[in-house]
């Protein structure tokens, strides 16, 4: 049984994997024997991170630079990959941002930014690692999603439609590469202690206490409440899993 579970041997791109739900996710992969690519903008966290979790688990690290919103910087991303390792097993689509405002009050670069760090990348990566894994015979994608994938709010219409667009991604990837082997889900977080939701605890006054209030659990969750779910996709255990959108959320997504 413990070996469903192993990610032993394989390579994981992680893009994000510097800090919060994609530094979570890592540590997960790491703890069951997986190679890790931490894929971000900031190299001093990158190589933090990646020296943290070598020693740690005594697994291969390798910190790429990239910023997700260029495609040019992703396809040199998965060759830095498979130049290192020779192979990529998984890909986890986690970056992402959000800017507040009201849908009349956007400017179309804001509008761009949030669509194109979060959805539009998701879409370059897994193209970008394709090849690769179907060449390999086989592979996993995990995409990032959130409660935006399900819900509204009135300040996040970009955020909400890219979150949206996530799990509509997933769907039509997983149908189109299930004869490749290659199994698509996404993870949709509920609420998440990370500096994303640090940075919006600030600007909206009394989210902790509707956070807590609204979410059945009682508590924010961790990055490493992440881990668990995106060992499970990222697996041989999850072989007969494509194209579901699997909340880790507390509950958030199924109380009224
Ligand atoms: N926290 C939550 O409650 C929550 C809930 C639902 C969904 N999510 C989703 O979970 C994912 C991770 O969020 P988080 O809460 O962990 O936020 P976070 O702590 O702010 O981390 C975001 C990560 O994305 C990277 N990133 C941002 N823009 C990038 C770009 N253009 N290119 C490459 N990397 C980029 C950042 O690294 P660099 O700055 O070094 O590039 C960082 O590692 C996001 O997709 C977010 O929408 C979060």
Same mark, same amino acid.
């Given at each position: 049984?413990?070996?469903?579970?192993? @990610?032993?041997?394989?390579?994981?791109? +992680?893009?994000? /994997?510097?800090? /919060?739900?994609?530094?979570?996710?890592? %540590?997960?992969?790491?703890?069951?024997?997986?190679?890790?690519?931490?894929?971000?903008? =900031?190299?001093?966290?990158?190589?933090?991170? *990646?020296?943290?979790?070598?020693?740690?688990?005594? +697994?291969?690290?390798?910190?790429?630079?990239?910023?997700?919103? %260029?495609?040019?910087?992703?396809?040199?991303?998965?060759?830095?990959?498979?130049?290192?390792?020779?192979?990529?097993?998984? @890909?986890?689509?986690? *970056?992402?941002? =959000?800017?507040?405002?009201?849908?009349?009050?956007?400017?179309?670069?804001?509008?761009?930014?949030?669509?194109?760090?979060? !959805?539009?990348?998701?879409?370059?990566?897994?193209?970008?690692?394709?090849?690769?894994?179907?060449? *390999?015979?086989?592979?996993?994608?995990?995409?990032? /999603?959130?409660?935006?994938?399900?819900?509204?709010?009135?300040?996040?219409?970009?955020?909400?439609?890219?979150?949206?667009?996530?799990?509509?991604?997933?769907?039509?990837?997983?149908?189109?590469?299930?004869?490749?082997?290659?199994?698509?889900?996404?993870?949709?977080?509920?609420?998440? =202690?990370?500096?994303?939701?640090?940075? *919006?605890?600030?600007?909206?006054?009394?989210? =902790?206490?509707?956070?807590?209030?609204?979410?059945?659990?009682?508590?924010?969750?961790?990055?490493?409440?992440?881990?668990?779910?995106?060992?499970? !996709?990222?697996?041989?255990?999850?072989?007969?899993?494509?194209?579901?959108?699997?909340? +880790?959320?507390?509950?958030?997504? +199924?109380?009224?």
């Amino acid at each position: 049984m413990k070996e469903l579970f192993s @990610l032993k041997g394989k390579i994981a791109i +992680v893009t994000g /994997g510097n800090g /919060g739900i994609g530094k979570g996710i890592a %540590h997960g992969f790491a703890a069951v024997g997986g190679n890790i690519v931490i894929a971000a903008r =900031n190299k001093a966290k990158t190589h933090e991170t *990646a020296r943290e979790i070598k020693s740690q688990y005594g +697994v291969q690290v390798l910190g790429v630079q990239v910023d997700v919103r %260029h495609e040019d910087q992703i396809q040199a991303m998965v060759a830095q990959a498979t130049d290192r390792f020779g192979q990529i097993d998984i @890909l986890v689509n986690n *970056a992402g941002i =959000n800017i507040r405002n009201m849908p009349q009050d956007y400017r179309l670069d804001e509008w761009d930014e949030i669509l194109d760090t979060n !959805l539009r990348s998701a879409f370059l990566c897994s193209k970008a690692v394709y090849p690769a894994m179907k060449e *390999a015979g086989g592979g996993k994608i995990i995409s990032i /999603g959130s409660m935006t994938s399900i819900f509204g709010g009135a300040k996040l219409a970009p955020y909400g439609t890219s979150k949206g667009g996530i799990v509509q991604l997933t769907r039509s990837l997983a149908v189109a590469w299930a004869p490749d082997n290659i199994q698509v889900n996404a993870i949709l977080p509920g609420w998440i =202690n990370t500096d994303l939701t640090r940075q *919006a605890r600030k600007e909206l006054p009394g989210l =902790n206490e509707r956070v807590l209030a609204r979410t059945p659990v009682g508590r924010w969750g961790e990055p490493k409440d992440l881990a668990g779910a995106a060992i499970f !996709l990222a697996s041989s255990t999850s072989n007969f899993v494509t194209g579901v959108a699997l909340p +880790v959320d507390g509950g958030f997504s +199924v109380m009224i």
